[in-house]
């Protein structure tokens, strides 16, 4: 009962909060959390305000209302298809922001067993990433506001934070490099590695 009304109380204050579109540069990281800038392009947009291309309500409807290689009117990407190298499922991102939608949530939940079983023998890794849109320092101070909130669902799913580590790539470790919405949308994600 405690969790569900964590869970209540934490989804609430995310949606309430939002995500501000003026650029955030945290100012000190944690001994588990970092920045990478390895491989980093520059920033390819220069002000910090975020936006897409015309075609970011592009959607190919599958049976049981999922949307394959689609792109929601929010600019998360619908389809069901991304996994990261562990075999865990991708966790997805509605355009600048990070939380963690019900959809991707039972996305998140149905993976916990494999998580577990990963974190049991080593260490997991939760990797945020973003889209090219919005500045270098943004677009990393988002993905690790992104890996943040998927490391708070693993915790409260009784993983040991001493098991979890998270990383912002911020715009760095695209999954796809086309300049279309549901290319954009595939790379506003969280991955779970083994390390």
């Known amino acids: 009962m405690k969790f569900k009304l964590f869970f209540l109380l934490l989804f609430v204050s995310v949606l309430v909060t939002g995500c501000s579109k003026k650029q955030v540069v945290p100012s000190s990281i944690g001994p588990e959390e970092s920045y990478t800038s390895e491989n980093s392009p520059s920033s390819s947009s220069e002000g910090s305000s975020v936006s897409l291309p015309d075609d970011s309500n592009v959607v190919s409807e599958v049976s049981g209302g999922e949307v394959a290689g689609g792109v929601s009117s929010s600019g998360k990407y619908t389809g069901i298809d991304g996994k990261s190298a562990s075999g865990i499922k991708m966790i997805y991102f509605s355009s600048d922001r ?27 890794r939760v ?11 943004y677009n990393y101070a988002l993905g690790l506001k992104r890996a943040k909130a998927v490391r708070s669902v693993l915790i409260n799913q009784g ?12 715009e760095s470790n695209p999954v796809c490099t086309g300049h279309t919405a549901p290319c954009h949308a595939k790379n506003r994600r969280v991955e779970i590695n083994q390390i």
């Open 98 to 124: 990070y939380d963690i939608e019900p959809d991707q949530m039972k996305r998140l939940l149905s993976d916990i067993p494999k998580i577990k079983k990963l974190a049991s023998i080593g260490k997991v």
């Open 127 to 137: 990797e945020g990433n973003c889209d090219e849109f919005g500045t270098n320092e």
């Open 159 to 170: 993983i040991p934070a001493s098991k979890i580590s998270i990383v912002s790539y911020g």
